[in-house]
């Protein structure tokens, strides 16, 4: 049985499912998910992702997450959190980066929201002298001040994809044709949840609809209005979506999302609007959206560049300049990729963002 048996059965027992289904399945499937069963990222994976291109990036956002802990009165005990800490390796650059923080490793506790087994045991040896706790969900995470990350995490989470028709919207969904698997519409329906989409869409537009976004940035951000903290999430996106985004990535490569299920990364742009509207719900203020390159800028990579360049040459040399790159340059990740922040409203925002 592989995923694509699955999804036929299902398909041919409860007719097509919605684009949001079948992300879920092709991720997250117990047995044959793609993130349950393997470790995708780097060279040999199918995509790399800001803290497997270079350790500045990890630092900088330790950085900036101790900073916002020192300006808030260095609280203890805290929760540290990632959601999606994929090998690990942004969580041990920022702890590396925050030992000589006075106070900030002996008052955190480490908490890891991440689905998959297989990822699980890659981040135990990565962080392996922490001693970290899991959790399935954020809304485990303790009721006391949090600070957080979150890199490539919401863009995994399944969006619902609908068509403009009228005041109404039809949903994509996926079906069989011909034993493959194919897009088709439902009958055009009223859409509460996208009322707010009357007034920038025409007629025939795509708009994406992330329903677990909402829950679980309230999750976070209840935690920081009630108890203090902040939250830096960082991803590809934009203040509201339009447009198809979903994207397939395998070997490095985009490929079609239908086919190959489970067996290539699936991701859509994150609509940071209903971050920051969720977030706004919960009581926490929220920073203005700034591309990744101007925050990383902002708290300095080019001098951390230039430090980790001092003893190095030729094709060391060579990597380190391309990844400051890739991190910041518009034409890379720098302007595709933003950064949110989340924070108590009588506190500063944190380093890098401003409101
Ligand atoms: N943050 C890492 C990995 C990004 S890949 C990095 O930047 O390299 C997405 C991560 O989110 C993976 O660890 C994946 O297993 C996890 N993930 C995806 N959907 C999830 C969900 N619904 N709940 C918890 N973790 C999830």
């Known amino acids: 049985m592989s995923l694509m048996d699955h999804l036929a059965a299902r398909i041919r027992a409860d007719g097509p499912v ?7 399945d092709c991720l997250l499937h ?14 040999q994976g199918d995509f790399t992702t800001a803290p497997e291109i270079s350790q500045m990036f ?3 956002l330790g950085l900036a997450l101790a900073q916002a802990w020192l300006d808030q009165g260095s609280p203890a005990p805290f929760t540290l959190a990632e959601l999606g800490p994929g090998r690990g390796t942004l969580m041990a650059d920022l702890l590396r980066a925050t030992r000589g923080v006075p106070g900030f490793h002996a008052a955190m506790q480490i908490h890891l929201v991440e689905a998959s087994p297989a990822l699980r045991s890659v981040q135990a040896k990565t962080l392996e002298s922490y001693a970290p706790e899991w959790l399935d969900t954020a809304d485990a995470l303790p009721d006391q001040p949090l600070f957080l990350v979150a890199n490539e ?10 068509l403009r028709a009228g005041d109404g919207w039809s949903e994509r969904r996926i079906g069989l044709k011909d034993g493959a698997l194919s897009f088709g519409l439902t009958p055009t329906a009223a859409q509460p949840a996208l009322a707010h989409r009357l007034a920038d869409t025409r007629d025939g ?12 940035t309230q999750c976070i951000a209840a935690r920081i209005a009630a108890h203090g903290g902040a939250a830096l999430i960082v991803d590809y996106g934009d203040w509201r979506a339009l447009g198809d985004t979903l994207q397939a990535l395998r070997a490095h490569e985009p490929a079609d ?18 971050l920051a509207m969720a977030a706004k719900t919960a009581g926490c203020a929220f920073t203005r959206l700034t591309p990744q390159g101007v925050f990383l800028e902002r708290l300095g990579i080019t001098d951390r560049a230039r430090a980790l360049a001092a ?5 060391g040399l060579e990597t380190l300049i391309a990844a400051h790159r890739r991190l910041t340059h518009p034409e890379e990740m720098g302007n595709l990729f933003k950064v949110l922040g989340l924070y108590p409203s009588q506190a500063a925002p944190p380093p890098g963002l401003n409101t």
């Open 205 to 216: 537009d795509l708009v994406e609809l992330c329903e677990p976004a909402a829950p679980v």
């Open 311 to 315: 003893p190095l040459q030729g094709d």
């Open 30 to 43: 117990p047995q044959y998910g793609y993130y349950t069963t393997r470790d995708p990222l780097g060279a």
């Open 18 to 24: 919605s684009v949001a289904e079948y992300m879920a």
């Open 58 to 60: 990890g630092e900088l």
């Open 257 to 274: 999302p239908l086919q190959t299920p489970g067996a290539a990364d699936l991701t859509a742009h994150v609509d940071f609007e209903a």
């Open 153 to 162: 995490f919401f863009d995994a989470l399944p969006v619902r994809q609908f």
